[in-house]
């Protein structure tokens, strides 16, 4: 089934052995590299041709000649959203060594697998070496010009006959932070909101579940924070195995503290042995969960009543709500017992200070953005937000996940969080030196549909997108149910696999009716094997992160530069460059590219990433992406090891340059990088001075709701001026208390010209449209918070569910629970309808549970990553886990006839889906529950799909993807799938 090592032969009499002692004694350059090391066009591709049982072990071979001068370049990882700094060693143009970078105080000198091996990214065989098209089923190769040109041709096209929204946009996690910006504004430019990338299937829901109830959608501490905690708990996250670096500051930490580290999880992870308390539970109980924590805290008076009456609305409603979860409730639910939830709160709410670490266990569900909410609840009752060792240690999964959900690679935001209204529009047409009339030309008026009122252009400027979990839904879909002027025809994907979500069997018949697909990626993806297409289809090979700069930024919201090791190797090219190149056929490269720094790259010109984040700087105040100049970002790499491993803060002996600075900038960093404000280690930090990095929770919802105040009470920032909460600043803020004499002349200018010089207009405008900075400065100096000082919210009143209750899955386990915990109502999402309702009383009345009585779940691995493509394609990772497997509990295997290591199928409730995979069985499951990984594919149902890879680019490892087991299912605010919650059956092969 797969390519698999067959013996342990030494390296030694391999061929990459060979290849590397002829090249030690010789001078080399990169031509040269590239011939000797097979890895000219078609070289290496010889592995493909490997039957099952022939890959051998392989071994790293030394290319380095010490005769020749080796440059030193430094960049960040581009796997897991850490941001372990790679010191990479090039030597005549090729990059020869590797090492971890000591003086990161990410990293600390450490790799996990998939970092060591980053290397092999930029020599690897199996990447797309030049452009191809597909034509009759064939795979050709093409120039750049000629793929280019057809593609604008055929997406012009589809603009005609179906509008702009009919062209499907879906970005990549993996682009830098200029990349992300630069295809959000490529976007706009075209003419849609349908743009989006995996933030949707990992944290969509952390974003609007945090943002609703403190201010701002990200983590608010760091990995490196959490060594300060007393307790932590995990839940929904296997960090070991996921963000495995992360884990020498949280064991440091729990050695050094003494602290509780306490891991709630269906499956005992390699997370868990590092727990002094596991805790098991059943998939999709979460809210359960924390409601019966609240209610012993509640009942035991554990609750931080300070905190809560100075900074937190509502908690005497949740108070209410929860007093339904009583232990015997909570029990029946999720299967925990009380005095374990008793003894697990009692911990949290006493032994602080405490923090809540979650991931996509979390995450993946109907009720995810709920979840969060639950979570965030938990921590504000305790007090546990806006201090050391505290907070929402949200950790992400993709090395700039967090950056290119800053920039606007989603369906409802244009670039940092500013949403999709006019005032959201006019602000980024200023920025970018455009008429705000030319981007309603640019979008598609739709007609009246469905009983559905007509949208004006302007109108549909501000409707949500699609999102990328219902594309293919958007494709077969009839026309008149989708809120749009036609249905997806196109879809031009960069860096995203198509194996990462639910329903693949209907993702692939979404593939085949597409009237385009074009893939730009180093590899080329699930999304060129899947399908049965024969024409229309394109490969563009984009290089990596590491043959291009720019910056990326952690899960902790630090900003880190990376340098271009080498040249984008064989034919490919960077984001950059094509994203110029296809917006110039496509008529608006002149307008959407006039303020950047352009030069000469491979095959064309090409943006400056400085130039870009340039612009970045100047837009985006509204998260505080503004102080971050690429100088001050380059600085903080070349001088990481003046850092603080624990506060993240330049050390006293620290060059001037970065003096007071906290290590890359986290946002927010206020004002223009000549302020030099240091960024914000910990968000809402009341502790220390808003110019030192402190802050306050964000009024975003108002000032009162029900006659009750929604700013803070008795709680400010130290050295405010202002002594209790407060609403935003604007400028008629500013006049009000007199500070707007403090403004320069340069400042009011900018102001009064945003304002149109209407005195009403110019009072309106705010901390986040000056784009002078004038009104953020002038607030900081008088010690306050630009967006004001706020409570948090307990109660979110404009979501679904505006305090959590428990809600069984779509596929429940548990159809005796689902008339009293029933999922929420049908409604129409982001231009789809969302029927999820109707489908789980279907589950119930056809009696699923009793056919498939296996809960599924799904999780990582330490040594891939995301959809695996390319991981699956690195040797060095190949070799360490070579098939797809399931775990299964022993009991169940014993019942079943299933042997460990012997093949089985796993079987889905949906039209047939079926897997086969070999069974590993193990107690790491319990009786009733399984688990498959999600980085596999290029097995679909028992068919092998190895033939359908343009040759030489077939992944060494192939496998079934648990994605065409996971079912239907879609949270109600971000339409994130249910991937960590459904049922199966299985039974050997």
């Not at 591709?45 to 890959?55: F, K, N, P, R, V």
């Not at 056919?851 to 999780?859: A, E, N, R, V």
């Amino acid at each position: 089934m797969l390519v698999k090592r067959r013996t342990r032969e030494a390296a030694s009499t391999g061929r990459l052995s060979q290849m590397a002692s002829g090249m030690a004694a010789k001078p080399l350059d990169r031509r040269s590299f590239l011939r000797a090391s097979g890895l000219t066009v078609g070289g290496l591709a010889a592995l493909s041709t490997l039957g099952a049982g022939m890959t051998r072990r392989v071994e790293a071979a030394g290319f380095t000649d010490n005769s020749q001068p080796i440059e030193i370049k430094k960049n960040m990882c581009t796997h897991c959203s850490v941001g372990c700094t790679v010191i990479a060693e090039v030597q005549n143009g090729v990059w020869v060594g590797q090492e971890p970078a000591y003086g990161s105080p990410i990293n600390r000198g450490t790799h996990c697998a998939k970092g060591a091996s980053v290397r092999e990214l930029v020599h690897g065989d199996r990447r797309i070496k030049y452009p191809m098209k597909k034509v009759g089923g064939e795979w050709q190769r093409i120039s750049w010009d000629q793929a280019l040109d057809e593609i604008a041709e055929k997406m012009g096209e589809i603009r005609e006959n179906s509008g702009a929204d009919s062209v499907y946009l879906l970005g990549s996690a993996k682009f830098s932070n200029e990349g992300a910006y630069l295809f959000r504004k490529f976007a706009a430019f075209w003419g849609t909101n349908n743009v989006d990338h995996q933030a949707r299937i990992c944290h969509s829901t952390t974003v609007a579940g945090v943002a609703n109830t403190w201010g701002y959608g990200a983590q608010t501490n760091s990995y490196n924070d959490i060594r300060n905690a007393k307790t932590v708990i995990f839940m929904g996250s296997n960090a070991a195995e996921a963000h495995p670096v992360s884990m020498q500051h949280i064991l440091e930490g729990k050695e050094t503290q003494n602290a509780n580290v306490i891991v709630l999880d269906p499956r005992f992870t390699r997370t868990a042995a590092h727990a002094t308390e596991f805790v098991r539970f059943r998939p999709g109980t979460d809210i359960a969960i924390i409601n019966g924590m609240l209610w012993h805290i509640f009942e035991n008076g554990w609750e931080d009543t300070e905190y809560l009456a100075q900074r937190v609305y509502g908690m005497d409603q949740v108070r209410e709500v929860v007093k339904d979860y009583t232990p015997d409730v909570v029990e029946n639910i999720s299967g925990i017992d009380g005095d374990t939830l008793k003894r697990v709160a009692e911990t949290f709410a006493k032994e602080r200070p405490s923090t809540f670490i979650w991931c996509m266990g979390g995450t993946q569900h109907t009720v995810g953005t709920a979840n969060v909410r639950a979570y965030n609840i938990l921590l504000l009752a305790t007090g546990n937000v806006g201090h050391e060792g505290t907070g929402a240690n949200i950790f992400r999964g993709h090395c700039n996940v967090q950056g290119a959900t800053d920039f606007g690679l989603d369906v409802g935001n244009l670039p940092c969080y500013y949403g999709l209204g006019e005032g959201a529009w006019r602000h980024w047409a200023r920025v970018w030196d455009m008429p705000y009339d030319y981007f309603i030309d640019r979008f598609d008026a739709v007609p009246a549909k469905g009983g559905r009122d007509a949208r004006t252009a302007e109108q549909n400027m501000g409707i949500p997108g699609i999102t990328s979990t219902r594309w293919f839904d958007a494709v077969t879909i009839d026309t008149e149910e989708i809120d749009q002027r036609d249905n997806i025809k196109a879809m031009v994907v960069f860096g995203h696999g198509g194996n990462t979500v639910p329903r693949m069997q209907d993702a692939r018949r979404g593939m085949d009716a597409l009237d385009l697909l074009v893939v730009a990626d180093p590899h080329p993806t699930t999304f060129a094997a899947l399908h049965s297409r024969t024409d229309n289809t394109y490969l563009l090979p984009i290089c990596t992160q590491f043959e291009c700069a720019g910056s990326r930024t952690s899960s902790n919201r630090s900003i880190q530069w990376g340098e271009k090791v080498v040249d984008p190797i064989f034919e490919s090219d960077n984001d950059y460059a094509v994203i110029h190149a296809l917006s110039e056929r496509l008529g608006f490269a002149e307008e959407m590219f006039k303020p950047y720094e352009m030069v000469q790259g491979k095959f064309g010109m090409e943006p400056t990433p400085e130039s870009i984040l340039r612009e970045i700087n100047r837009g985006s105040w509204s998260i505080g992406y503004t102080g971050q100049s690429p100088e001050r970002l380059k600085a903080h790499m070349a001088n990481q090891e003046h850092f603080d491993l624990i506060t993240l803060r330049a050390k006293p002996d620290a060059p001037e340059e970065i003096q007071g600075d906290y290590y890359g900038l986290p946002w927010p960093c206020w004002g223009t990088p000549e302020f030099r404000h240091p960024g914000s280690h910990i968000l809402y930090n009341t502790n220390l001075p808003v110019k030192e990095g402190g802050g306050a929770f964000r009024p975003r919802f108002g000032l009162e709701r029900d006659g009750e105040t929604l700013l803070a009470e008795g709680s400010w920032p130290v050295g405010s001026e202002i002594e209790d909460g407060y609403p935003q600043f604007t400028m008629g803020m500013l006049k009000e208390l007199g500070w707007d004499a403090d403004l320069t002349a340069e400042e009011l200018a900018v102001i009064e010209q945003i304002g149109n010089g209407d005195e009403e207009s110019i009072d309106a405008v705010s901390w986040s449209l000056d784009l002078s900075g004038g009104i953020q400065r002038v607030a900081i100096e008088h010690g306050c918070v630009p967006y004001g000082n706020g409570k948090a919210r307990a109660i979110a009143w404009n979501l679904p569910d505006p305090i959590p209750v428990h809600r069984e899955p779509i596929y429940s386990s548990r159809p005796d629970l689902v008339a009293e915990h029933p999922t929420n109502d049908d409604r129409r999402q982001q231009r789809m309808p969302n029927i999820g309702k109707l489908v789980q009383q279907d589950v119930v009345d056809r009696g699923v549970a009793t056919d498939f009585p296996i809960i599924l779940t799904s999780g990582r691995l330490v040594e891939y990553e995301g959809g695996g493509e390319e991981t699956r394609s690195n040797p060095w990772l190949a070799e360490l886990k070579q098939d797809m497997f399931v775990e299964i509990n022993p009991e169940d295997a014993r019942t079943r006839g299933i042997v460990d290591g012997g093949w089985v199928w796993v079987t889905g409730p949906e039209g047939g889906s079926k897997a086969r995979v070999k069974a590993l069985v193990t107690e790491r499951v319990n009786k009733g529950l399984a688990f498959m990984p999600f980085h596999f594919a290029g097995w679909f149902q028992g068919e092998d799909q190895r033939a359908n890879y343009p040759q030489g680019t077939d992944p060494i490892v192939l496998g079934e993807s648990v994605n065409v087991i996971t079912t239907y299912g879609y949270d109600p605010v971000t339409g994130m799938h249910e991937g960590k919650v459904t049922l199966c059956q299985i039974a050997a092969a």
